[in-house]
């Protein structure tokens, strides 16, 4: 079903018509003056100017056309031009109750659907996760959702960091302190021990240890060099330590992302595109795309229009290891050939700009593409009180991990305070009290536009009041616990009635979820889809204080109210869904 601007549209665009007007100028968007009209129409402006006549005359000839128009009680023209329209409450009534009856609540299927790759999360192997992977996994799993919803085909990569240098730091590092390990020994014929002889404990402390040995040491950062370069040529050794590396940290982010209740289609790596590399290379180098410079091999993606320098993408260095770009590069080669994608997203710190800018160039260059767009879709920091990265209180990386644990106490917390769950068991206690968590945490992420920077604030973000996670779930319980009551005393939701004054708002707000959904869906910014849910459960608890329900005496309201009830938890409970966001059954 057309959401209801569209439907407007159509009847606005019939006046303009026939008026000899072309008749996208009959476009309708909710007014934003709501006091003059639900609804207005520019179209006469643009109309002026090719008629030759003024605005104001054209508005008149079709507000003149649409007098006599039962779907409208009023319409009539403000300022130079602008046309402003009422609905007839029947028609509001008639058009809510079609959307009502719609499982998608009027969000039409996209056609043709396109398949899409999400590219988030982006975890290091051996290094803890930290906010900045969180961003990245919240708003790409709400794109997911998303797109999903809209009728997309998507596929989700994790792609994690698992080729680079750490990589060698790591083995470089073991081969120091365990020199004895058949990994290093070069005459060893294999098979190497299945068990592995590192923990994931013990990459966490390993890492951080060689990371700062290289950055004080000359020789120890060669020798991670020399052993990153070993690796990705293939030392069986160095390939089977690496493989435990990935094994024990794979178990572990797996885990990680299901507490978050985040799906990744693939749990591909950097190097899994390995074996592709060298013929990618080949490739560009014989069309002359990539040149040698000072011993390695470059792409130049410098345009003339440029505002800022761009430098040439590194695709091998001299001592012939891989790049972060190169890798991001075979994996456009693997992702074409595997899943024929028409749009690949890559949710990454807006800092990685220039290094996705150059790899969509050599991308787009070298066709490796297939037609797909490629977007990256940057986001800011998360930063604490001080307006720098959220660290924990030591100033060390915050773990995701203790991140969501203090989500989670902060939440049962703020749930005792405000009495509720009080008697329930304690595991569906602490149930609640991760999604309210997880609620607080992905809503106040969300609900910023994804590149601005925001500050991270629990006791505002855990609130059961304002423009929070726990505000939205706690609309949907009552909601819910609203039409149980009902239903115990055996009234159904039903039809809706023309409505009132107290009722009227809501419809039009519900009217309005199928234009959200999609914006959100186009601009990529899930943060609309935040503001349209707040606006929505708002409008519903001025709706909720000024109408009777359960003690209504007439009984043909009384179902339209639950009715109207029950549309709004179903638009509720989809959009927090949307978002990541699980509501409880009951608070
Ligand atoms: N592992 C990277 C990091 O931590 C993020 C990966 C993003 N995705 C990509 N295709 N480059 O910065």
């Given amino acids: ?3 209801l601007t ?8 019939d006046g303009f018509a026939a008026a000899d007007l072309p008749r996208e100028l009959g476009s309708v968007a909710t007014s934003n003056r709501p006091d003059l009209g639900q609804f207005q129409c520019n179209g006469a402006m643009t109309a002026a100017r090719i008629a030759k006549r003024s605005p104001r005359e054209i508005a008149q000839t079709i507000v003149d056309r649409l007098a006599g128009d039962d779907r409208l009680a009023a319409v009539s023209i403000a300022g130079p ?15 809510t109750n079609q959307q009502r009856q719609d499982p998608r609540l009027g969000v039409a299927q996209v056609d043709p659907a396109a398949t899409v790759i999400l590219d988030f999360g982006g975890p290091n192997i051996a290094k803890p996760m930290h906010v900045g992977h969180l961003r990245a996994t919240i708003i790409g799993d709400s794109l997911q959702r998303l797109f999903g919803f809209l009728g997309h085909r998507t596929v989700s990569d994790v792609h994690m960091g698992d080729w680079g240098l750490p990589m060698g730091m790591l083995i470089s ?3 120091r302190v365990q020199p004895d390990l058949p990994y290093f020994d070069g005459s060893h014929s294999g098979p190497y021990p299945p068990v592995s002889p590192v923990t994931l404990e013990d990459l966490e402390t390993l890492y951080p240890e060689a990371a700062k040995a290289c950055k004080d040491d000359e020789l120890r950062l060669e020798q991670a060099r ?3 370069a070993a690796l990705q040529r293939g030392r069986p050794g160095y ?3 690496w493989q435990h590396f990935i094994n024990v940290s794979l178990a572990a982010m797996r885990r ?6 985040v799906h990744f289609d693939l749990y591909k790596g950097e190097a899994d595109v390995d074996p592709l590399i060298e013929t990618m290379v080949q490739d560009l180098a014989s069309r002359h795309l990539a040149r040698i410079d000072d011993g390695a091999l470059v792409v130049p993606v410098a345009r003339a229009d440029d505002k800022a320098e761009i430098p040439p993408l590194i695709l091998r260095k001299s001592d012939g290891s891989a790049m972060y770009a190169t890798t991001d590069l075979a994996t456009i080669v693997d992702r074409v050939a595997e899943h024929h994608p028409g749009l690949m997203l890559y949710v990454v710190d807006q800092r990685q700009h220039l290094h996705f800018e150059q790899v969509f160039r050599v991308a787009e260059a070298g066709g490796l593409s297939g037609g797909a767009a490629m977007e990256h879709i940057g986001f800011g920091t998360m930063n604490g009180a001080d307006g720098r990265p959220f660290k924990t209180r030591a100033g ?3 773990k995701l991990s203790d991140l969501i644990e203090m989500c989670q106490s902060k939440a049962a917390e703020r749930l005792a305070e405000a009495g509720l769950a009080g008697d329930y068991p304690p595991e569906e206690r602490d149930t609640i009290a991760r999604q309210v968590g997880l609620a607080a945490l992905k809503f106040a992420d969300l609900s910023n536009h994804r590149l601005s920077n925001y500050v991270f604030d629990l006791d505002r973000f855990t609130q059961f009041e304002g423009k929070t996670g726990p505000y939205l779930q706690y609309a949907a319980v009552r909601i819910r616990s609203l039409l149980r009551k009902a239903a115990e005393r055996d009234l159904a939701p039903g039809d809706l009635l023309p409505p009132g004054d107290a009722e009227r708002p809501l419809l039009l707000k519900l009217g309005q979820l199928p234009e959200a959904v999609v914006s959100a869906a186009e601009k990529r910014a899930p943060n609309e889809i935040c503001d349209y849910a707040y606006g929505l459960a708002q409008e519903f608890s001025r709706f909720y204080n000024a109408c009777h329900i359960l003690s209504e005496t007439d009984t043909a309201l009384q179902a339209s109210r639950l009715g109207l009830a029950e549309m709004t938890l179903r638009a509720l409970d989809r959009l927090l869904d949307l978002l990541g966001i699980s509501v409880p059954d009951r608070m």
């Fill in 239 to 241: 390939r089977a330590l």
């Fill in 396 to 398: 060390g990386v915050m």
């Fill in 6 to 13: 569209e439907t407007l549209s159509d009847i606005v665009a």
């Fill in 173 to 175: 590092e073991i081969a």
């Fill in 81 to 95: 031009g602008f046309i402003n329209l009422m609905l007839d409450d029947r028609y509001l009534a008639d058009q």
């Fill in 256 to 261: 990680e992302f299901e507490s978050l209740g």
């Fill in 1 to 3: 079903m057309p959401a």
């Fill in 226 to 228: 020399a052993a990153t």
